[in-house]
């Protein structure tokens, strides 16, 4: 905010997404997109509500998506193309999520209604888990990050590994620097050594788990809603 004022422009015209807002870990701060009417008094904000990319079905369950998130900026997306199918989603049981994916793959290509795999485009959150798959993908399979695939769009798309859980590490240290609360530091008992949670650190933990869940269902949004005809989750 204090970057746009010191421009000292007569006028300003901002375009922003916070549904798209996934660049946290880079320093991004969705707060400035979403509040952007309280920081800059007297501006006027304009929704674009069409999308012209994604059929109707996959532009309603990015609509719910999003929504979970709990603090975003109130709209709702109208699609302009019909469905020819709804969202699909794949269930497996296996102990990796290499393993997870090869039945998927092999279930995938016994399939022949379903489109080519040149045109299928693997999304995951992880280089990690998009070496793995590159690794045993057959020839024509497209698979990139769900933070690359930003600004792009694809005929199908599967979104891989839906299951791993979030990664919260960074709340369950002792001591949490949070912008709001400062310094956060768990109480220990000098009798027994054990640590409890001071009211500071708890404060902190739950608005970092929010904007944990935040970040993550603003990711699952723009991993869904590259898709244009047919949306797989795995």
Known sequence: ADFIRSLNAAKYFVVGDDWQSIYAF??????????FKSLFAGSDRVFLLHNYRSARHIVK??????????????????????????????????ETAGAVWQKFLNKYLSLNKLPAVADLTVLVR???????????????????TI???????????AVADLNKPFNAGDLQQDVLLDEVYGLCPRV???????RYSSLAHWLARRRGRRELLGEELRLLYVALTRARDLLILV
């Open 26 to 35: 880079r320093g991004a701060d969705v707060s400035l997109t979403r509040n």
């Open 61 to 94: 369950l990015g609509n719910r998506a999003i929504r979970l998130s709990g603090d975003f900026v109130k709209k709702r997306l109208k699609a302009t193309r019909s469905s020819a199918a709804k969202p699909v989603f794949f269930f497996a049981r296996a």
């Open 126 to 144: 992880t280089n990690a888990l998009r070496r793995l798959i590159e690794a045993e993908a057959p020839e024509g399979l497209q698979v990139m």
């Open 147 to 157: 933070h690359k695939s930003k600004g792009l769009e694809f005929p199908v798309v």
């Open 188 to 194: 220990v008992l000098p009798e027994t050594g054990v």
